[in-house]
């Protein structure tokens, strides 16, 4: 007899997961993906599932996108692996294309492979050409979680608790979240509010002197898609110089086209000493990086820092093609302008849903943040709402410190039709 389970192809494999698979990676859903294009991805019955997590803002470009494709297994016929041992053309080229496209004054670029391993490298880089220990994080943030990045994370607690001891000399700041602070519809007094912390810290736990580097998230990802006033960074920027303290800007999550501009910096205008990249740089190869200026880089000497597969030929051709597809198909202008209107749809759907605690955004960075009856941050309605979109084929994941909020993170050539249809889904599943 046929049932319903001997029927789901996706059971074999999960069932195998279950037997073999570390226990500790925690996957959102529970089917197996066996192919992806655009912005669909197709289990193993053949469902299929719209995609608004592009694998944590990796797939900016959306699935397999021919160009990224075609580049890739051109250069696994070609050469797959050379590490440290040979200078390669991609890695080359790839440093260059990255030069060209972030702010004139950043000229030296360090390719990776994670962003946690990338922040990593940033860190090292301040320390050492500094020669100061201090590190100025974010409360809220993410970096990653490796002993360095989860000493700088403080997203959740889950990240954190019962890894200690962490690096120490760090010391973390409130991140300017109106909706939750004191300051509810005045972003300005908020991040007044914030900045007046730093004068505490310079006369109260570590003199600026001993300040390596600030390191923020122009939006905050993991911590809920928290969208900053603009004259954030500049503000930082400025404390940065008065202290000769260097402003890394980890642009993991909202680069490459993710908030409606290549990088989210150029929002604000400002030029950062050290600008970490990962995630969408590659279409879905794993590689990351982070570009600083000559002046710094020139005084980190050869040796002090390296890896075996960062800037991989492969990752590299795919970084290559991604950047090209996402200049040619002016995808962040798409995604500034679809998100724009994405989000003034939410904004209404969520009208007189008091549950709905706040709908905002930076281009195709989208969130919606849940409650409950008392107003406090509700996990349960965003887990309500992920599911009831789940039931509707759509993906989305949550965020937050509570896992009050859900993301919407769609690729950046996401249609028109398919724009509409997950509107039509949130809409209905906003009302847990
Ligand atoms: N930094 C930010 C802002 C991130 O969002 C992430 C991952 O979500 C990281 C760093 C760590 O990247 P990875 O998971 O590739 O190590």
Redesign the pocket.
Known sequence: MVTAETTNKNLTYLQMDDEYVNPVLARSFRIVAERAKGSYIYDMNGDAYLDFTTG?AVNNVGHCHPRVVEAVQKQAAQLMHTSVVTHHKGYIELCKRIVEITPASLNSVFLAN????A?EGAIKLARYVTGRPGIINFRGS????TFM?MALTTSKLNYREKYEPLPSSIFTLPYPYTYRSHFRGNPEACLEDSLKQFDALFTQIVHPEQVAAIIV?PVQ??GGYIVPPVTFLKRLRQIADKHKILLIV?E??TGFGRTGKMFAIEHSDIEPDILVL??GIAGGMPL?GFVSRKELTNKWPAGRHGTTFGGNPVSCAAALATIDVLLDEKLPERAARLGKEMLERLKKAAEGKPHVGEVRGLGFMMAIEFSDKDGNPSKENAEKAVAKCFENKLLVLTAGSHGHVIRLIPPLNLSDDEAESALKILEKCMSV
Not at 114 to 117: D, F, K, R, V
């Open positions: 944590i994670s962003g946690a391993e922040v993410f970096h990653g979680r990045t998230e990802g993991e980890d993991v999550q990962a995630k990351s």
